[in-house]
T-cell receptor
Framework: KQEVTQIPAALSVPEGENLVLNCSFT??????LQWFRQDPGKGLTSLLL?????REQTSGRLNASLDKSSGRSTLYIAASQPGDSATYLC??????????????FGTGTRLTIIP | DARVTQTPRHKVTEMGQEVTMRCQPI?????VFWYRQTMMQGLELLAY????????DSGMPKDRFSAEMPDATLATLKIQPSEPRDSAVYFC????????????FGAGTRLSVL
């Protein structure tokens, strides 16, 4: 059974700093991995999706990397801004679920950017 | 601006009452997902549909929960009878199979069962 872990559960950093969020998963036979953002009282917004054949994806100040063999992904946020404050979740889709679009989510990292 | 619409946004009910949550997926999307989010368990998939047919409801307690898609513009999640442990935020998401399978989430229904 796939398990997805995100550590730390909460992180506070001063505005302007670069930061890294971590995601680890136990079953490396994944189809893809996604990073989501969740604002308080809101649903999830997909930020980046990395296919299993890819090593990284970039969107603006965000860069997500994937190391399947070690079961790890990181989300790098450059030049952090107060608007980046939110909970960030990673989710994996297993190859065993190829015909099934089920995602297994981590419990998230609550990020606070201090002005 | 296409979005997934969920109603109601908040629901407070007493134990034993029936609860129905509704979701309007983005027009043209052919997959619909129901998730439950709690502090203890995080985000869990309850059920999902493709082309209105249920494909996976293994995460849903069958004795009290039911999910349906009466038509392509409406998905419902029903709890009968509700229990305090059902208190959570319920999210609906929709997507289009093939488009990288990205799921678009609604704002959720916050359910409190007293």
């Amino acid at each position: 059974k796939q398990e997805v872990t995100q550590i730390p559960a909460a992180l506070s950093v001063p505005e302007g700093e670069n930061l890294v969020l971590n995601c680890s998963f136990t079953d490396s036979a994944i189809y893809n991995l996604q990073w989501f953002r969740q604002d308080p009282g809101k649903g999830l917004t997909s930020l980046l999706l990395i296919q299993s054949s890819q090593r990284e994806q970039t969107s603006g100040r965000l860069n997500a990397s994937l190391d399947k063999s070690s079961g790890r992904s990181t989300l790098y946020i450059a030049a952090s801004q107060p608007g980046d404050s939110a909970t960030y979740l990673c989710a994996v889709r297993n190859i065993s679920n190829f015909g099934n679009e089920k995602l297994t989510f981590g419990t998230g990292t609550r990020l606070t950017i201090i002005p | 601006d296409a979005r997934v619409t969920q109603t109601p946004r908040h629901k407070v009910t007493e134990m034993g009452q029936e609860v129905t949550m509704r979701c309007q997926p983005i027009l043209g999307h052919n997959t619909v997902f129901w998730y439950r989010q709690t502090m203890m368990q995080g985000l869990e998939l309850l059920a999902y549909f493709r082309n209105r047919a249920p494909l996976d409801d293994s995460g849903m307690p069958k004795d009290r929960f039911s999910a349906e898609m009466p038509d392509a513009t409406l998905a419902t999640l029903k709890i009968q009878p509700s229990e305090p442990r059902d208190s959570a935020v319920y999210f609906c998401a929709s997507g289009f199979r093939g488009a990288k399978n990205i799921q678009y989430f609604g704002a959720g229904t916050r359910l409190s069962v007293l």
